[in-house]
């Protein structure tokens, strides 16, 4: 009995590593071209912009009469493709503000 349990251990850690490898494969591909995203062109950096929020939209408050009933949490940071993100809009700002001196204040 305890050897079965053991072999069905060790089956089901293979099996539970083979499927996250599958996964990791796709995320590291999509977060290397998000990174290596080059921004050239005002027009798509004021688009990344817009499109890319400055804060997690997702965090709620629900309240009923002044009393909050539960919290809705952040889930940004669940998004694998988080950090990327972000640094994408950065690097967006940052060109409109040093390359084209625009005022990025209505960004933030």
């Not at 293979?14 to 599958?22: D, E, H, I, V």
């Not at 990174?35 to 004021?46: C, D, F, G, L």
């Not at 998004?79 to 040093?98: K, V």
């Amino acid at each position: 009995m305890i050897f079965e349990t053991m072999l069905l251990s060790q089956t089901w850690n293979t099996a539970s590593r083979k499927l996250r490898s599958n996964f990791v494969g796709p995320i590291a591909a999509v977060r290397q071209r998000l990174e290596t995203i080059e921004i050239r062109n005002s027009r798509v950096a004021r688009w990344l912009c817009k499109l890319i929020p400055a804060q997690c939209p997702f965090a709620r408050e629900i309240r009923v009469l002044g009393r909050t009933l539960f919290r809705i949490p952040p889930l940004c940071k669940l998004n694998p493709f988080y950090e990327q993100l972000m640094t994408l809009r950065f690097r967006a700002l940052c060109f409109l503000a040093d390359v084209c001196g625009e005022d990025i204040s209505g960004y933030c």
